[in-house]
């Protein structure tokens, strides 16, 4: 009873903070660590020891797997160069450089130094997308630091289990090479071989719960797999951590072959649940620890001012080996033609994000106790792990808020990102429009048809009406409809309350309407013209441009300024205003009862109209159905 006490008690402090934090406007994280710490000092506090297998097994199959579902595979392979120096290349520059300096400030041999320098090495996935996406990080930035932190962690373990070995015998550079190729591949294969079978699992399952079960199960598949493997004579294994990131990598990718859209649906807020509580969880465990790592401290025979110094000291190492290395690995690629030109490089300001966001988390804490317990100085080790730990996350994470926007650097634009997800909708349309071109199958009637036609039509143009703000029909809709289906609610509860209509009749209402109140689209209100004023031009190739696109760049002076040509002559009102490229007519948009500017495509032929709305400076072609 006591232990399920205080499970509850600690889920529950996760939540309440977690919520708190967000209403005032503070990163959940940070606050979580700051409670942890506090209350590890309280007596009636029980100690909350992080161990090496609730960690490695329990905690970071499922945070590895959440966090690799989500991520992009197309993504990962384009910016695979610098996820893989940062996660390979930089895990073993900060392991040799943390450990030459351990060695000579804790006098301990250096096997020791490299085993902390593998220890507190790896950024923390959890840590990373945290705190990073909050903050609005560019988004190739949140993919790289994404990517290097899930597979940073195989790096580190390999290092650290060979410098483990070194410590209590010797071993050779060979051998650990070995180890490492043999922990990579073996981990790629066994992550490849489940994301296969599981696959292939999942292609035959027809019902929604059993699939999201075995999407639970995947992860310690993967994990337990991989680590169980032992080759005949050789002291190496494949690596769990890279097994469940490839894993989760390639069906997450799979995903919309494998599985049907109500068990994405399922899985997706599974994994979001279980991602928010065990990343929060891991966040106050983590402060929790303070008490008992301190109290080991006696067993030391330094002095205290000795180790505050060398802890310090690894602090500042860890955070100035990242930027040694990140700038160099930025540009220096980059002295070959090939790369400059696939790859141009990006702005300062982004490199020195990447090199600022290096937070620290609970696999550090969790790694440093695999030391064994004869290790020279094993105590002072631990604490400089949990100062490191601590320390990125709080001065790291803390200022990058400040940072962001004292430097300027650009994240993602909501007005860049409607006018992409208007543009896929508009080609995912025409695709299911070609479909009914074709003829449907079976006694269809035309209204049906019809109906359908429509039902696509206005899907598309409520996403163009975002890039005019709010105010529109679809956003009308959306707001009238969601007070309609509370007032359907309320009534149906009634009905409930009387008793007299059986309970699983009421149950299957009440679904239907809470499925059609989550598909709504519900734009805030509070969203005003100011905050849509900017150019909304997405950057592409010149080879790959729209010729239309590219000859259409001087803004002809507008026919009628006030408004649409046709519905000022016939009285009528608009929508959107859209202005032609090419003889400066203003026409109303396809969301507008009569959509007079595709009418003047229609009628002349000229290819090209742009956005006529303040702010606004996006462009769309007419007959590759692309935009600019």
């Known amino acids: 009873m006591d232990t399920a006490l205080t499970l509850v008690t600690l889920l529950a402090i996760v939540v309440a903070v977690s919520a708190g934090a967000g209403r005032i406007g503070m990163s959940a994280p940070l606050v979580l660590i700051v409670v942890g710490i506090v209350g590890s000092y309280l007596p009636f506090v029980p100690d909350f020891e992080l161990t090496p297998e609730l960690v490695l097994v329990g905690l970071l199959p499922p945070l590895l797997y959440a966090a690799s579902i989500r991520s992009s595979l197309i993504d990962f ?167 469940v990131v490839v894993a989760g990598l390639i069906l997450g990718h799979k995903s919309p072959v494998i599985q049907s859209a109500s068990s994405r649906l399922f899985e997706r807020t599974n994994w979001n649940t279980i991602s928010y509580v065990l990343e929060n969880a891991v966040f106050l465990l983590i402060g929790l620890q303070i008490r008992s790592i301190v109290n080991a401290l006696d067993d030391s025979d330094l002095s205290a001012t000795r180790i505050g110094v060398s802890c310090a000291a690894v602090l500042v190492a860890v955070i100035a080996l990242r930027f040694i290395w990140v700038f160099p690995a930025t540009y220096l690629p980059r002295l070959i033609p090939r790369v400059a030109a696939a790859d141009p490089r990006p702005p300062v300001t982004s490199i020195f994000m990447v090199a600022w966001t290096g937070m620290r988390g609970v696999l550090t804490l969790a790694a440093v106790f695999l030391l064994p317990e004869d290790t020279p100085q094993r105590e002072v080790l631990v604490l400089m792990a949990f ?64 109906r359908l036609r429509q039902r696509a039509t206005d899907r598309t143009n409520a996403v163009w009406e975002r890039l005019g703000g709010t105010g529109t029909p679809s956003a009308q809709y959306s707001r009238i409809r969601a007070a309609m289906l509370e007032r359907e609610r309320t009534e149906l509860l009634r009905l409930r309350d009387l008793g007299t209509i059986d309970q699983s009749v009421l149950a299957r209402v009440m679904n239907a309407l809470d499925v059609e109140e989550s598909i709504l689209d ?49 009285g009528l009102d608009w929508v959107h205003l859209r202005l032609c490229m090419e003889c400066g007519h203003v026409g109303c948009c396809d969301s507008s009862e009569d959509k007079h500017a595709t009418g003047h495509f229609e009628q002349t032929g000229h290819p090209v109209m742009r956005s006529f709305e303040p702010g606004e400076a996006w462009r769309w072609c007419f007959i590759d159905q692309a935009s600019g």
């Open 387 to 450: 100062v490191v730990t601590v320390g990125t996350l709080l001065i790291q994470g803390l200022s990058i808020p400040y940072l962001v926007g004292r430097l300027k650097v650009d994240g993602p634009d909501q007005h860049e990102d409607h006018l992409q997800e208007a543009t896929v909708f508009q080609s995912v349309t025409e695709a299911g429009m070609s479909y009914l071109d074709e003829g449907v199958d079976g006694d269809v009637s035309d209204p049906v048809v019809q």
């Open 522 to 570: 519900r734009l805030y209100e509070d969203e005003t013209t100011a905050d849509r004023e900017t150019d909304l031009r997405p950057s592409y190739d010149a080879e790959g441009a729209c010729e239309h696109l590219t000859a259409a760049c001087s803004v002809p002076p507008p026919r009628t300024p006030a408004g649409c040509e046709e519905c000022l002559a016939e």
């Open 77 to 243: 392979r384009a910016n695979k160069r610098p996820i893989l120096l940062l996660s390979i290349g930089l895990v073993i520059f900060t392991t040799v450089g943390v450990g030459f300096l351990v060695s000579v400030l804790l006098d301990v041999p250096l096997a020791v130094g490299f085993a902390l320098g593998a220890v507190v090495a790896p950024p923390d996935a959890v840590a990373a997308t945290a705190i990073a996406r909050r903050v609005g990080l560019p988004r190739r930035v949140v993919t790289i630091l994404e990517g290097e932190s899930l597979v940073n962690d195989a790096t580190a373990i390999v290092i650290l289990r060979a410098s483990i070995a070194a410590i209590a015998g010797t071993v050779s550079v060979w051998e650990v090479g070995g180890g490492f190729v043999i922990s990579a591949a073996g981990g790629l294969l066994v992550g490849v071989a489940v994301a296969y079978v599981i696959g292939r699992i999942r292609t035959l399952i027809q019902d929604d719960l059993t699939d999201v079960a075995v999407s639970l199960l995947t992860p310690w598949i993967a994990y337990v797999g991989a680590e169980q493997i032992h080759l005949p004579g050789i002291d190496a294994h494949p690596s769990g951590v890279l097994a």
